[in-house]
């Protein structure tokens, strides 16, 4: 058998043979799938969508994404499929973990986390560090936390404003409403832009009553069209229409 200059058996083979492995992971694009909208689109913006080789039945953006094969919905993703794409790298939210756990021995599971402002942060900096695109995701981290910090010097010293923002409620009544607590992405955007919630309790996302709302007795009340598997390019659309509606 002709032998290579890395091939093992040489003299030096196996560092020099790991070190060819490591080099080659590192110029070649890895097969990636992407569990959600959010996570899609970072990498897009990452410009790694060439890497992916699977997204869900919602990831139409960038346009891009809409000729990428579907492995599913959300929560409902088809295994089959999934594991056919033999994918390098699975990038998921925590609420995938237990149902990807048997693709443990196959690829990186890779979990981020979405619920705050912060987390969002955390990953895109988390996908840039395993798709080697740590510069463009520090760029654009940068420029989102010069974007809110912009948004909050122009609400400093300015009287702030309580809000409900209400999640989810029957349609065309305001019945069975659920609304955003504490602890959420759209509340973190509601402070930097000069508001407070007027809901002050522990729970994430507490079912209130018409009265409730009447006791609470906000300055502002405004529903969120937002659904499970939205994408983040109508996730900004709906909060920055939040931080104008709260700053004017």
Known sequence: MKRYPYWPGNAKSSLGFLLLFWSTAMVFPQKVVSLAPGITEIVFALNKGNTLVGVTKFCDYPAAAGEIK???????????????????????????????????????????????????????????????????????????????????????????????????????????????????????????????????GDVDYPSISLESVIYLNPDFIRGLALTRGTQIEETYAEAFEVIKWVMH
Do not use: C, W
Not at 76 to 92: C, R, Y
Not at 117 to 139: C, H, K, M, T
């Open 70 to 200: 579907k492995i599913g919905g959300y929560l409902d993703v088809n295994t089959e499929v999934l594991v056919a794409l033999a994918p390098d790298i699975v990038i998921m939210y925590p609420e995938h973990e237990n149902k990807m756990r048997f693709l443990k021995q196959r690829a990186r599971l890779v979990k981020v986390r979405h619920n705050r402002f912060s987390d969002l942060l955390e990953s895109i900096l988390e996908i840039g560090r395993v798709l080697n695109s740590e510069e463009q995701a520090r760029e654009l981290v940068l420029a989102i936390r010069n974007q809110m910090r912009d948004i909050s010097s122009q609400v400093k010293g300015k009287k702030k404003k309580t809000a409900i923002l209400i999640a989810g409620r029957n349609a065309d009544e305001l019945k069975n409403m659920y609304i955003i607590g504490k602890k959420d992405f759209f509340n973190d955007l509601l402070e930097i832009a000069g508001g407070v919630n007027a809901y002050a």
